[in-house]
């Protein structure tokens, strides 16, 4: 026999804000509810048709004063509804800058992970335990949504860009991901596992899995392979900006327009260059488009994160 | 003039509409606006039974966690066409097309809408939109949702989309005819002394409607029409490998689509109000304020559609904005609420079936409501978008609101359309059938969601499936509930009692004519000196009398 | 002869006139809208791909696109007269009116159609094989087609309607009071101020 349950297990360190929420909004719903059922049962057998309750005269104000009292009651409840569920909530959306990054590509109909040091899976997600993970996600073809309702996070997929989450798992165990945006045939088949383990056990994981270079290193591999180092090198005689220690920080084109480099940026300058071209800078850069695919571009886009990390002492 | 006196003078030769010729032409190129609200009623009745039929065997699937005899595509390309079908084919039309093509011209004292032939038109373009619909589901189906988002509807998908969005296409121009000729009406053909705010509120809640057909509406056809100018001509539009956006898709799609669900619902509301005051026998509870906030939901409607997309990818700052102004949407509907319930204070009440359906419909319009204010909230969105949670909260509202409503409005004016009395035990069993069918199906899909099972799922994880039965039991008790009112009304057709022309003893102007009314509506047009829902003298207390209206809004002070 | 005019549920030939100007404003809020909907794209899409946008942009013919301006905004021109010479009771000028209107919307249809033609031998039309390479150029080309198509679309029934009014005010079935002279009249007005905001989105982009 199942236990009927009523709210997922509280997984992450974001679950038991929004539980408060929901919880919150559950009791205001009660209360209305069950003042206007109550009003209206009330009111029905009080004022049936034939029964002996008092009927007199009502005074003019009552209507314009309770019409003007539960507007404003209303609207100033809602008002502060809104600034609550909404604005406390802010800080949730930056994830911490230590956080472990995990590339994603979701396709019809599966998803595709894959850990900084290269170790891929599928339909599948270790993470450690209580060490904030980032997630750097893109499509290869339609709109698709990571949904982890043990985590209480949800972001659309989408082709041709990149969407972030994060999260920070609490809890020891293994929860479900589900695609939650009509993806085509096997959409309501389209789960995976997160298997969120203690960081011995997950070392342990991540060292048995089978060996492949980490992201940061192909994507230099990529780097040269491609011929960027040719331009973007500090030796080389065309003119390239130099793509030291610029991950994150803003970028001035040429249009007057600013950008900031992440890796949507990255993504558009390598298939598009013409689009964004950097002040100072001429539009000399050759496309891209057609000779890179999505998990190349993520991997050149840890390098050249991995290049703005160099100043901070972190690689040697 | 009594509304009594005003009887006498009827000769016998006014015969009423439905005598006006028997053939089948005259009905299909009859420019009368209530022949045409019968049609409509006709076509918007086959059309809930081919969407509900499908729902009927997607809650059979959903019994068993691995599904039971449907492949994945099939189940797809039913819910698909439940909601396409229940939302441009049924609910759209339903209140307007039939009760407002019915009833405003009678309400107002005009003898028929501004522009009569436009309103057949309109009739023949929801019917050739359904055809091409119908015809995309004859010949296989579409899959994308009701929501047909890019790029798999544009790209991806191997389904009928382009019927499909072409049926639906031409629908809207049915809309946009209906929402121009209901404006034109009310601005000019208002009888002598019927001022503005001397209208009925389901007058208004049509004008209001009206105002969101004429300028929604056409945001939808644009956007149909590039979706099948990217899937049919190979055009990208919204197609990233070409640089296009797939969130223009959503943010034009929901640009409609959030103020059509306020097309679906405020001349429900309109209902409401004409049938509690009649039956608690009172003024309805500050008229003034009801007609703003019926005003302003329409309004405010136009600027929350991204309360859709809150996980899609739009920015933070715009989802704060969203989520602000969804609140504040949900104000107006609160006051209605409120209004509705203090008409009942020092009412006389009475349950006849429009009655139990009124009721009905303030309860769970509320919990709907409620409901979407947790859908408002960000981070409770974030958790329940695109789940089973959001299936409720909207069945709550079209459902357990707008069906609700209309089955209230059926009941209430079926004398006056058809001049028959319908068998009130029967009809009080299924609106109470009805209620609680109805919360057996949807209430567990709130729980469903907030768990995580996501919506258009064919198949789930096995844990959800407790409430997936819960629900699909409760939907057997819902359907049997929609197969009474056919039944006994039908009978009531052929067998029921007259019904006189004023059986509920109501005040509106619709009432002081015949039951059914003559062709054209009134002997003379009726010149109006009081406002609307005199059930009793300003600040006093109705009586408990027979039922008779205190005074009509044709009478004078 | 007003008795032909008028229809139910009207009494009196003004007020159904009122009725049918009003309505056809009713009814041309919702084409802006509708024609809204696609500029909106288009400025979208522009901000997508600015550089894109402007490169393509020099590639429609801004003779054919400027001609058609003319040919159109005088035809406009000639409908106004033609609704005027109604109300003055001018038939004749109304009627040479009204056919000029007419004559003026095939010229525009014509001139379109060898645009069309030239566009297609030129590769512009977005699939395969299409002449520009820089990204965000078939989306140019895409609302290009679609807006001027459904203009296109929008401008025939304009000369349908007008050429009917052409008949059956000669041939005396139809009055000059009716309403049917005022709304259509409207209806071209806004066709030809659609094309005066998309004549320059279309054709005179990277041009300066």
């Not at chain 1, 990255?266 to 695919?293: F, K, N, T, W």
């Not at chain 2, 969804?326 to 509907?333: E, G, N, Q």
């Not at chain 3, 802006?32 to 909106?40: E, P, T």
Request: hydrophobic share 50%.
């Amino acid at each position: 026999m199942t236990r009927l349950n009523f709210f997922p297990v509280q997984a992450s360190t974001e679950a038991p804000h929004t539980d408060l929420i929901y919880f919150g909004l559950i009791g205001f719903s009660l209360a209305v509810t069950l003042m206007v059922v109550g009003l209206l049962v009330v009111f029905a057998i009080r004022y049936r048709r034939g029964s002996g309750a008092k009927r007199g005269t009502l005074p003019k104000w009552i209507e314009r004063d309770f019409e003007i009292g539960w507007t404003s009651a209303a609207f100033f409840l809602f008002l502060f509804a809104a600034f609550w569920t909404g604005a406390t909530r802010l800080s949730a959306l930056t994830p911490p800058s230590d956080a472990m990054e995990i590339h994603i590509v979701a396709k019809q109909w599966m998803w595709k992970t894959q850990h900084p040091n290269g170790a891929r899976e599928i339909n599948a997600l270790h993470v450690p335990v209580g060490e904030p993970v980032r997630l750097a996600m893109t499509s290869e073809d339609v709109i698709h949504s990571f949904f982890a309702p043990a985590f209480r996070i949800k972001q659309d997929v989408l082709p041709g860009r990149y969407a972030q989450a994060w999260f920070n798992a609490t809890k020891i165990g293994t929860y479900h991901l589900l695609c939650t945006q009509l993806c085509g045939t096997e959409h309501a088949r389209m789960i995976g596992d997160i298997i969120v383990m203690s960081r011995a056990d997950f070392s342990q994981w991540l060292a048995s899995q089978p060996h492949a270079d980490d992201l940061v290193t192909e994507g230099q591999a990529l780097f040269a392979s491609l011929g960027c180092s040719a331009c973007h090198d500090g030796a080389s005689k065309v003119r390239a900006p130099r793509l030291d220690a610029l991950y994150g920080r803003p970028v001035d084109l040429a249009d007057g327009s600013h950008a900031v480099m992440d890796d949507s940026f990255i993504r558009e300058m390598i298939l598009q260059p013409s689009a964004h071209v950097v002040r100072g800078y001429d539009a000399i850069m050759p496309s891209y488009s057609g000779l890179v695919g999505d998990e190349e571009l993520l991997r050149l886009a840890a390098f050249i994160r991995s290049l703005g990390q160099a100043e901070h002492g972190d690689r040697g | 003039m009594t509304a009594a006196a005003l009887h006498d003078e009827y000769p016998p030769q006014a015969a009423s509409y439905l005598r006006d010729g028997h053939s089948l032409w005259s009905w299909l190129a009859s420019t009368d606006h209530k022949r045409i609200a019968i049609l409509y009623a006709i076509s918007i009745t086959m059309f809930f039974f081919v969407g509900a039929v499908a729902i009927a065997i997607v809650r059979v699937e959903l019994v068993n966690p691995n599904g039971q005899f449907l492949s994945d595509d099939t189940y797809n390309k039913l819910f698909t066409l439940h909601g396409i079908v229940m939302v441009w084919f049924f609910l759209i039309p339903s209140i307007p097309n039939t009760f407002g093509n019915f009833l405003l011209p009678l309400m107002i004292g005009a003898p028929d809408v501004a522009f009569p032939r436009l309103n057949l038109f309109s009739w023949y373009l929801n019917i050739a939109g359904g055809l091409f619909t119908l015809y995309a589901v004859v010949a296989g189906g579409v899959d994308t949702g009701w929501t047909f988002y890019t790029p798999f509807s544009t790209m991806f998908s191997n389904s009928h989309v382009l019927a499909a969005a072409a049926g639906v296409f031409v629908a809207g121009f049915g809309s946009i005819a209906t929402g121009v000729n209901f404006i034109v009406t009310i601005h000019m053909l208002r009888t002598r002394g019927m001022a503005w705010f001397r209208l009925p509120l389901f007058v208004w809640s049509l004008y209001a409607t009206s105002l969101v057909l004429v300028l929604a509406t056409p945001v939808l056809a644009v956007t149909l029409l590039l979706v099948i100018a990217e899937r049919w001509f190979g055009f990208p539009i919204f197609d990233p490998t070409h640089g296009g956006d797939p969130l223009l898709f959503q943010h034009l799609f929901w640009f409609y689509s959030h103020p059509a669900v306020y097309i679906m619902i405020l001349p429900a509301m309109g209902v409401v109000t004409e049938v509690i005051t009649c039956f608690a026998r009172r003024r309805v509870f500050g008229y003034t304020f009801m007609v703003y906030a019926m005003v302003a939901i329409a309004g405010i409607g136009f600027f929350v559609w991204g309360h859709h997309m809150f996980v899609s990818g739009q920015s933070p700052y715009a989802s704060l904005i969203f989520s602000f102004l969804s609140f504040v949407v949900a104000v107006p509907s609160a006051i209605k609420v409120f209004n509705w319930t203090a008409t009942l204070y020092r009412g006389q009440i009475t349950f006849e079936a429009p009655m139990l359906y009124a009721l009905g419909f303030i309860g769970l319009f509320t919990i709907g409501g409620l409901t979407g204010l947790f859908l408002a909230s960000i981070p409770i969105d974030v958790q329940v978008h695109d789940t089973y949670f959001v299936v409720a909260h909207f069945h709550y509202i079209m459902v357990g609101g707008s069906v609700s409503a209309f089955f209230a409005a059926l009941h209430f004016w079926w004398p006056k359309i058809t001049g028959k009395l319908y068998d009130e035990a029967w009809a009080r069993f299924a609106a109470i059938l009805m209620f609680f069918g109805f919360n057996f199906t949807f209430f567990p899909q709130f729980l469903l969601g907030y768990l995580g099972n996501p919506r258009r799922y064919h198949v789930y994880p096995p844990e959800f499936q407790v409430y997936h039965v819960m629900s699909s039991t409760g939907a057997s008790v819902l359907a049997a509930a929609y197969l009474l009112p056919p039944i006994y009304l039908i009978w009531s057709l052929l067998y029921g009692k007259s019904s006189g022309d004023n059986p509920w003893g109501a005040t509106g102007l619709e009432w002081t004519t015949r039951s059914p009314p003559p062709k054209h509506n009134f002997l003379a047009p009726p010149t109006i000196e009081t406002g609307p829902y005199e059930y009793h003298e300003k600040g006093e207390a109705p009586e408990a009398g027979p039922r008779v209206p205190h005074r009509a809004q044709s009478e004078p002070r | 002869m007003s008795a032909a005019a008028l229809r139910e549920p009207w009494t009196r030939l003004s007020r159904q006139r009122e009725a049918a100007t009003f309505g056809m404003w009713v009814f041309l809020t919702s084409e802006l809208l509708f024609f809204s909907g696609m500029i909106l794209i288009y400025a979208a899409c522009r901000y997508l791909q600015p550089a894109g946008f402007l490169v393509v942009a020099r590639e429609t013919n801004v003779w054919f696109g400027t001609i058609n301006t003319i040919v159109l905004l005088t035809s406009s021109f000639a409908m106004a007269v033609a609704a005027q010479a109604g109300d003055a009771k001018l038939r004749r000028l109304a009627i040479a009116c009204l056919a000029a209107t007419v004559a003026l919307g095939l010229a525009f249809l014509t001139i379109k159609g060898f645009e069309y033609r030239e566009d297609i031998q030129k590769h512009l039309l977005p699939g395969a094989g299409f002449a520009i390479a820089a990204p965000g150029a078939q989306l140019f080309f895409s609302i290009y087609w679609v807006t001027t198509g459904v203009h296109a679309i929008h401008l025939s029934v304009g000369i349908v309607l007008v050429g009917r009014l052409v008949l059956v005010t000669a041939r005396r079935e139809l009055p000059l009071s009716s309403p049917e002279l005022h709304a259509t009249a409207l209806y071209w007005h806004l066709v030809d101020v659609i094309w005066v905001i998309l004549y320059p989105l279309l054709y005179l982009g990277g041009r300066s």
